[in-house]
């Protein structure tokens, strides 16, 4: 695949755009063939490269040979149309090409979406590892330059080392991201080697492992080391997310899938809680945490157990709190949901106020084509100021789309 031609913004997309739904959390889903454009030169001749057969086409990588997968690429397809794996003209091509992606945009009525996916691949080789980060950014910067007022991305980058994570999150700044999506824990040092499996296939273990991180490691994000990356992060006023890293879905088993799948959207509070109970928003009350696809119904439960809790068990605990947790939920806490009845219900509660909803587009739980119809349900009898705010204002805000 050539690389993605950058637009110069004229015409039509030098006009403002009008925004009525920001969708707060969508994905693209770039080809494999897109690395041997966007790595480094000296790394090109180790890129994954796509071959066809009669079945389908396959992803050959570091001696395997692996079909290409169709897990994340369900838009528009009934659940018992589901497709697993096949050929890359079967994909989505929303999910990649950024004029189809516009496309559907407007066929399900979003002026707006922010942009999660991401690297890096599953190599041993930790140049081509961290290398493939960087060339994931590269790739979506362009996806996004084919008009920025719509599509805004958000770049990946590893935490396993504070300096590295600091230059790459700069990096990303510099290339017009207004947000970086890090793992839900703390990576090991060497980022390849984790104590805590994902349990994810070959194919998506390397992004689940991304996601993730070490969550039975030694380090965690309460502790000094990373305040500077914090600091960082102000300073150069970029917003966090982690993107479903506590607990991965076991992604194939049909066994295991569905229980899973409702766990990914709980776990999220663990990170979130180390945050608060470690004091990090105390210390940086300008920093901006968002939970992403985690679902938000739970926000107000886990803010009033942490309340309660908080109150009998910090003293022997010595907690550092000055304020209730459910104070730095509201302060720095951010959460997006797809269809989430239950959070837009307890909107007003303590520690739930910051929601978002979002599509998830195109991957399988996703309301496209369908979405309006699922945000009239979703808010029945919820005033036009309060509804506007949580599908378009708040995104707008906190990702500074079109800015």
Known sequence: MAAIEKRVRDGARAQPVAYRIVDADAHVNPP?????????????PLAPRL?????????????????????????GRKGQDFKMEGRLSDRSGGGWLPVERLAD??????????????????????????ESYRAYNRWLADFCSHDRRRLCGVAYIPLRDVDEAIAMMREAREQGFTAVNIPAFPQATEAMKTT???????????????????????????????????????????????????????????????????????????????????????RFPRLRFVSVESGVGWFAFAANYMDRTW???????????????????????????????????????????????????????TTFPDSAQVIERDFAG?????RREIICERARRLYKVGE
């Open 32 to 44: 494999p063939t897109f690395w041997s454009d966007y790595l480094p030169e000296r790394l090109r």
């Open 311 to 365: 109150e009998k068990q910090r003293y022997w605990t010595k907690s550092p709190l000055a304020e209730l947790p459910s104070f730095y939920m509201d302060q720095n806490v951010y959460g997006s949901f797809i269809h989430d009845r239950i959070g837009v219900e307890l909107r007003k509660a303590p520690g739930a106020k910051n929601i978002m909803w979002s599509s998830d587009y195109p991957h399988s739980e």
């Open 196 to 282: 805590g499996s994902t349990g994810a296939p070959g194919a998506m273990a390397a992004q689940a492992a991304a996601l993730t991180g070490d969550p039975n490691g030694a380090r965690q994000f309460n502790q000094p080391e990373f305040d500077r990356f914090w600091a960082a992060a102000i300073d150069l006023d970029m917003t966090l997310t982690i993107h479903l890293g506590a607990r991965m879905a076991r992604f194939g088993d049909a066994e295991k899938f569905l229980p899973d799948l409702l766990m990914t959207k709980f776990a999220m509070a663990e990170p979130i809680a180390i945050m608060i109970f470690g004091g990090v928003f105390m």
């Open 51 to 75: 071959e066809s057969a009669a079945d389908a086409d396959y992803v050959v990588f570091e001696g395997k040979r692996k079909k290409l997968n169709f897990l994340n690429d369900q838009a």
């Open 382 to 386: 919820v005033p036009a100021d309060e």
């Open 105 to 130: 945009m407007d066929r399900d009525g979003m002026d707006a979406a922010v942009l999660f996916g991401g690297g890096p691949l599953g190599t041993m080789n930790l140049d081509l590892y961290i």
